[in-house]
């Protein structure tokens, strides 16, 4: 990490975004992921490292930012949550626990000496779930999905002997009880045997032959839990045997309780299943004791678990610390250590993905890592094949770190004679030069759209649910209409209305899902502008930087015309960009670039003669300091300074460590000094903390 380069760590970084998105998507939205759990921890580590030594390159895509994955096509219903479903930080050592105690210390402002009591726990692998209780009754119950939006598994739930319809004894008018649906160690075994012998006894009735390598079988507990619970026939789920663990809750009209312990504790009372582990600890040492003993006993448990969980128990001071973007700040992950295996590197495969980047994956001998079977690992770049030396026959060590594409650790024939793994120099897809841009790692293609890997990729993004969400366009179709020259940009999307009777004539197209989709595209010609940024793809403009950009801009030309203006050198031009939250020299760039390029201006100006995207407009929050800049200076008496630049983010203002002529408001506490005189040579309001508190109060 000391010798990497800035250049270097954004280029990492959005490797990264990339590729744990899509394990996300393959282990949230799909139930088939492709790298262990260990593996995943990884990757989301490796992340936070290098955005806590480069903070400025921290991506609008970043995974520190994103909660599973959103909702992918489904016949279950949608559900919104009424109180989002977060996920967990996690720590890998007893170093990074104190730390955890340490900060939850610092940002309540705690003395050394002030006990901080918290909760233990195993932490159970399987599929978040919330059940909504109403009077006592089970009247909903959904999955996680992105955090916001899950899917109804209602009648599914139902036939969980875990999960009762009614609670027991008297309880609130609402509570949302949330917790892991699994399925045991055993129970996982014996499904998959039965779905073999399934098999077997379905080929022997119809006299085929009887092919086990094409039995569909589940990888490991987790994704039978998510696979089973997941059903639109509940009487399927009915046959899968599914267990249910609480261990938070959500939504409450009343919480029976002033502690973690205390509500878990009713929980179990109400009827349903907790952690036999649960312990409350007075601190450090006997949380790390607890998870000493919980590891210890792992081996002999009969379900997965992958590290113990803390939580603050006090929870007055759960709301006081509050959230950060995906994770509360009052809870940590301890997670056990990865688990490895050897293996041999069969083949070394190159993909093109849709920035052009080669990426080079490893195909290996199948190999058992921590109860998954592991057959792909990410060889990341050019650099990383020959820091490793690898080259197919080679023996290597594989390490399960999540639920992303394993990492490769150690090649144990590094210094065997064979002839060293040529990196291509030319695109595999398109046969146009591959190049490394200078101070990046990652190799190219220079093909742009011209490259069929690229195009298509491209429109796949462009109709994604992040994007123009475009039903009816999903990966098969682009490939099948891109195969037949309909498509070769994103506006030739909304000239498929002259193709009707085209598609009518293709196979498995009736008139009723023909018109359904030039319906979806015809909906999506005024577009909302950030979607539409967001979904052409320009490198380092994330969603959220695309909502930024927008939320200054306004409108397309104007945006369009301020990149080109940086591009060519304008100060002035390149300082209003980098004005933005968000946005820095390499994102400046990027835009620059894109609209540099002759090909992309074409494609452009082609979209937008089919388009009319309107203003682009975000409704301020209801608070008096809703879109200004506060400034936080001097010591603050009734809270850290975390805490109150939390309270600010949340009523709608952005909380800057600097006052300048951009600053609103400014709250200084006794000792204020630099930062208070300048605010009052530029003339700007001041006011003290009680001032602050009655902004936070009236705001509610």
């Not at 210094?415 to 190049?435: I, L, M, N, Q, T």
Request: aromatic fraction near 6%; proline fraction near 5%; charge should be negative.
């Amino acid at each position: 990490m000391a010798d990497i380069t800035e250049a270097e760590a954004a280029n990492e970084l959005m490797r990264l975004a990339r590729q744990i998105a899509k394990h996300n998507k393959l282990y949230h939205a799909e139930d088939a992921p492709e790298i262990t759990d260990q593996e995943f921890d990884a990757l989301v580590r490796r992340n936070a490292e290098l955005e806590e030594q480069f903070p400025h390159l921290i991506r609008d895509d970043s995974p520190s930012k994103q909660v599973g994955h959103e909702v992918a096509a489904s016949p279950l219903s949608k559900v919104r949550h009424e109180v989002r479903m977060m996920s967990l930080d996690n720590a890998f050592s007893d170093e990074e626990v104190a730390d955890f105690v340490g900060r939850v210390r610092r940002f309540l402002a705690l003395g050394e000496d002030e006990p901080v009591a918290m909760t233990a726990e195993d932490k159970i692998d399987g599929l978040s779930c919330s059940l909504r209780y109403e009077k006592g009754k089970l009247v909903r119950a959904a999955t996680r999905g992105d955090g916001e939006v899950g899917e109804d598994v209602t009648p599914n739930v139902a036939t969980i002997s875990d999960i009762p319809q009614e609670l027991k004894g008297k309880a609130p008018d609402v509570f949302e009880i949330r917790g892991e649906v699994y399925m045991a160690t055993q129970d996982f075994r014996d499904l998959n045997n039965r779905l073999m012998k399934e098999a077997r006894d379905k080929a022997e009735e119809k006299g085929e032959e009887f092919e086990p390598d094409k039995v569909r079988q589940f990888a490991n507990p987790r994704n039978a839990a998510a696979g089973s619970l997941r059903q639109k026939d509940a009487s399927v789920t009915a046959q899968r045997p599914l267990r249910f663990w609480a261990h938070g809750w959500g939504a409450a009209s009343e919480v029976p309780g002033e502690t973690q312990h205390a509500v878990m504790q009713q929980i179990e009372k109400w009827g349903l299943p907790i952690s036999p582990d649960l312990t409350l600890c007075s601190s450090l040492e006997e949380m790390l004791a607890a998870y000493a003993k919980i590891a210890e006993g792992r081996a002999g448990l009969p379900y997965e678990i992958d590290g113990v969980v803390y939580k603050v128990d006090r929870l007055d001071w759960q709301q006081r610390l509050g959230f950060v973007a995906k994770a509360p700040r009052w809870a940590m992950a301890h997670k056990f250590p990865a688990e490895q295996a050897e293996t041999t590197l069969e083949k070394i495969e190159i993909q093109v993905g849709r920035t052009g980047k080669l990426t080079p994956v490893g195909r290996l001998a199948p190999v058992l890592v921590g109860g998954v079977t592991v057959t792909n690992v990410t060889l990341h770049n050019r650099d990383e094949i020959a820091r490793l030396g690898v080259r197919p026959g080679d023996r290597v060590v594989v390490q399960r770190a999540g639920d992303v594409i394993p990492q490769l650790v150690d090649n144990l024939t590094r210094d065997v004679e064979r002839e060293p793994f040529e990196f291509p120099d030319h695109c595999p897809e398109c046969g146009s030069e591959a190049v490394a841009e200078e101070g990046e790692v990652d190799v190219r293609c220079t093909g742009g759209l011209i490259c069929p890997a690229q195009r298509t990729e491209r429109l796949k993004h462009f109709v994604s649910r992040g994007a123009l969400d475009i039903d009816g366009l999903g990966e098969k179709t682009i490939d099948q209409f891109f195969g037949l020259g309909w498509l070769e940009s994103p506006a030739d999307i909304f000239r498929l209305k002259d193709k009707r009777e085209e598609i009518l004539a293709l196979e498995g197209w009736q008139d009723k899902s023909v018109d359904n989709l030039l319906a979806s595209v015809e909906d999506r010609r005024a577009p909302d502008a950030a979607r539409l940024l967001f979904g052409l793809g320009i490198r380092h403009v994330g969603a959220v930087t695309a909502r930024d950009l927008m939320k200054r801009f306004h409108e397309m030309p104007a945006l369009r015309a301020m990149a080109e203006k940086a591009h060519a050198g304008d100060e002035e031009a390149i300082g209003e960009l980098t004005s933005i939250d968000g946005v820095g020299p390499v994102v400046v760039k990027a835009l620059g670039d894109f609209f540099h390029e002759d090909h992309n201006k074409q494609v452009w100006d082609d979209l937008l003669s089919e388009l009319d995207p309107p203003r682009y407009e975000v409704e301020s929050l209801e608070s008096p300091v809703s879109g200004k800049t506060v400034v936080f200076t001097g010591k603050l008496e009734t809270m850290s300074r975390d805490e109150a630049k939390a309270q600010a983010e949340r009523l709608g203002a952005r909380a800057s460590g600097s006052v300048s002529a951009k600053t609103d408001l400014v709250v200084a506490g006794p000792g204020a000094g630099s930062k208070l005189k300048k605010a009052a040579e530029l003339g700007i309001e001041v006011i003290d903390e009680e001032g602050w508190a009655e902004i936070v109060k009236a705001a509610g």
